[in-house]
Structure formats: C-alpha cells, structure tokens
C-alpha cells in the first residue's frame, strides 16, 4: 500500500513543479531561457521521434536487408521500433516529411496521406503519434483561449522583428477573435499582462486531441470534419479529429496534415 502511495504522491509533485501560470511578461522570460519551448508543430513531432534515437543501415553490408530493401539506405526509429516492422520505408517518409516541413520546406503547406489496406499499421502509426504527443513536455497557451493558441500571437505586428531578434525564435500566426477581443475589453490592450498557463496534450480531456465518433461511412456528414478543422487551422498545437475512414491532424499556424485511410495498398504520398 505504502509503495503505491509513495508512487502517487512522486507523480502528484512532479506535476505540480512542472505546471505553470502567470503573465505574458513570465513566459518571455522562460522562453527566453530555452527558445524550443515555442516551436512549430512539424518541428515538434520531428524532435519527438528522432529524441528516440535513430540507426542507420548500409544494406550493401547485409546481404538479407539487400535482397528486401535493393541498395538502398535505411533508417530504423528507436520511436517506432518496437511497434512497426517491415514498413521501414514508409516510415523514413513520413519522417522526411516532418522534417523537411520543419525546415520550412514546401511540405510545411502541403498534406500528406497515408493509405493502405485494413492492418497496414495506418491507425496504429497515427495511435503512437498520439501517444507521444501526450508523453510530450507541455506547451504553453493563452489562458481562457478556446484554442490554447501560442502566446507570441499577442505580438502587434510591427514590433515582431525586434521580439524575433531578440528572443532567436520565429513568429508566425494571429489571435483568434476571442482573445483579440478580450485583449482590447478585459487588458486594454496591454497584452504584456494578458495571462499564460502550460498544457498538456489529452485525448481524454480533447486537449489539442478531439475525437469525432465513428458512423456509418455511407452517411458520414463531412460538416462535422470541415468545420473542426476550419476552427484550429490558424491557432493551435496539432489537432486530432478521428472520423470513419478518415484520420486527420491539423497543425496550428496554417500547416495542415491529412492522413486518409483508403482500401488501398500501403504507401506514402507527399
């Protein structure tokens, strides 16, 4: 009993250390120390699969691998290692992907798709996603804000320059319209004092992770798809919607990711 408590209350506390609230004067000062804390959705997700650790194959060395994979050069995720095997490739794809978009690459405004038949691993590839996502550190959002949305969107545009100057981060995207109009009614326009707190990614609790109930595919509305991502498209961390047949991740700041599940032989499509 005395080991499960102790183990609860460890969680309790460390919880507790790693929460955050205060001013938008307190995040730059935070962000300031550590510039990653802000970066963009791609970059999030590449730095949370390659973090693993990743081994490099010369297949020329290993005449098994060579007769699978022809001379090529394989890459093998400890992120995905003890999920996936045999889809390395399609694996170093959507890997290639993310980085090039976190790079700012054509990608960054391009989708992706994923398709292949029922077990191909589309699901579970997006479920270990997911599952990182919610392993990841917090990120940190306008309080109050329906879309948790970045807190460098309180920035007036023409003093980002001088904040990117001197902070080395990147600012992209705009307030939504419900935190422009509580930064002119409720702060008068003071954003410095405009509230941040740290979140947490969750399915349970549809924390950048929403889930739309699965239906009968012949009479899916597409209503409840378009216009969920529509609300998320500009302002947030990544969002998850799950429809029948169809899964999507909406990334914040205009970069978008559609990952379809077709009847179809498995392969990557950039």
Same mark, same amino acid.
Request: charged share 25%; proline share 4%; hydrophobic share 40%.
């Given at each position: ?29 935070? !962000? &300031? =120390?550590? @510039? ?5 959705? +791609?970059?999030?997700?590449?730095? #949370? ?92 959002? !306008? &309080? =109050?804000? @329906? ?5 460098? +969107?309180?920035?007036?545009?023409? #003093? ?6 001197t902070l080395q981060v990147q600012i992209e995207g705009d307030l939504c319209p419900v935190c422009r109009y509580r930064l002119k009614n409720e702060y008068n326009g003071e954003f410095e004092r405009f509230p941040v707190e740290a979140v947490d990614f969750s399915t349970r ?47 914040? !700041? ?17």
């Amino acid at each position: 009993m005395t080991q499960f408590l102790d183990l609860i209350k460890k969680d309790r506390q460390e919880r507790k250390k790693k929460y955050f609230e205060g001013t938008f004067l307190d995040y730059l000062e935070i !962000l &300031k =120390g550590d @510039p990653t804390i802000c970066m963009l959705a +791609h970059q999030r997700m590449h730095e #949370l699969i390659i973090g693993k650790g990743v081994e490099t194959i010369n297949t020329e060395e290993n005449a098994r691998l060579r007769r699978i994979y022809g001379n090529d050069i394989i890459k093998r995720y400890d992120f995905f290692k003890n999920d996936f095997f045999g889809i390395d490739k399609s694996l170093m794809k959507i890997v290639r992907f993310f980085h090039a978009a976190a790079m700012k690459g054509e990608e960054s405004r391009q989708v992706i798709y994923l398709v292949g038949p029922v077990g191909a691993g589309k699901s579970s590839i997006m479920e270990t996603l997911k599952k990182a996502l919610e392993m990841s550190p917090s990120i940190y959002s !306008l &309080k =109050g804000c @329906p879309m948790r949305e970045e807190p460098l +969107h309180l920035i007036p545009k023409h #003093l980002r320059s001088q904040f990117e100057e001197t902070l080395q981060v990147q600012i992209e995207g705009d307030l939504c319209p419900v935190c422009r109009y509580r930064l002119k009614n409720e702060y008068n326009g003071e954003f410095e004092r405009f509230p941040v707190e740290a979140v947490d990614f969750s399915t349970r609790s549809r924390k950048g992770i929403g889930v739309v109930p699965p239906v009968d595919p012949n009479n899916q509305d597409t209503a409840a798809f378009v216009n969920l991502v529509s609300s998320v498209r500009n302002y947030f961390q990544p969002k998850w919607i799950h429809l029948i047949n169809v899964i999507v991740l909406s990334w914040r !700041l205009s970069d978008d990711i559609l990952l379809t599940n077709m009847e179809m032989n498995m392969k990557v499509i950039s």
